[in-house]
Nanobody, 123 residues
Framework: QVHLVESGGGLVQAGGSLRLSCAASGRTFSSYITGWFRQGPGKERAFVAAINRSGGSTYYADSVKGRFTISRDNAKNTVYLQMNSLKPEDTAVYYC????????????????WGQGTQVTVSS
C-alpha cells in the first residue's frame, strides 16, 4: 500500500509556472506507475501525465504536451509535475495517483490517490 500527499499548488498568472510534488510513503514506491490527474469545476477527473516505474517513459494528455513535464525520484519517493506556460483552462484540483499495473489514462485503473492540490491560473 502507498500513501500519497500532493503539494505545490497555488495561484499563478497566465504564462507562469508551478511545480507540483507528490510524496509517497512505503518502501515499494518504485513498483508503481504514477500519474497526475486534474478535475476542474463541473468537470470529470481527467488524465494529465503519467510516468513508468523507472522514469524512462512518460505519457501526456494532448492539452499539456510541450508545457508540462512529469518526473520521479524513487530515492526520495517523490513524483513531480513541472507546469510551464500555464493557461486559465489549467485551473483545477490536481491529484497524484498510483497503480501496480500498466500505464493507463483512466482514473478507475489507479488504486491509490492523494487528497489533491488546487492550481488556479488567472488571466
Amino acid at each position: 500500500q502507498v500513501h500519497l500527499v500532493e503539494s505545490g499548488g497555488g495561484l499563478v498568472q497566465a504564462g507562469g509556472s508551478l511545480r507540483l510534488s507528490c510524496a509517497a510513503s512505503g518502501r515499494t514506491f518504485s513498483s508503481y506507475i504514477t500519474g497526475w490527474f486534474r478535475q476542474g469545476p463541473g468537470k470529470e477527473r481527467a488524465f494529465v501525465a503519467a510516468i513508468n516505474r523507472s522514469g524512462g517513459s512518460t505519457y501526456y494528455a494532448d492539452s499539456v504536451k510541450g508545457r508540462f513535464t512529469i518526473s520521479r525520484d524513487n530515492a526520495k519517493n517523490t513524483v513531480y509535475l513541472q507546469m510551464n506556460s500555464l493557461k486559465p483552462e489549467d485551473t483545477a484540483v490536481y491529484y497524484c495517483a498510483a497503480n501496480l499495473g500498466r500505464h493507463s489514462p483512466y482514473p478507475e485503473h489507479y488504486d491509490y490517490w492523494g487528497q489533491g492540490t488546487q492550481v488556479t491560473v488567472s488571466s
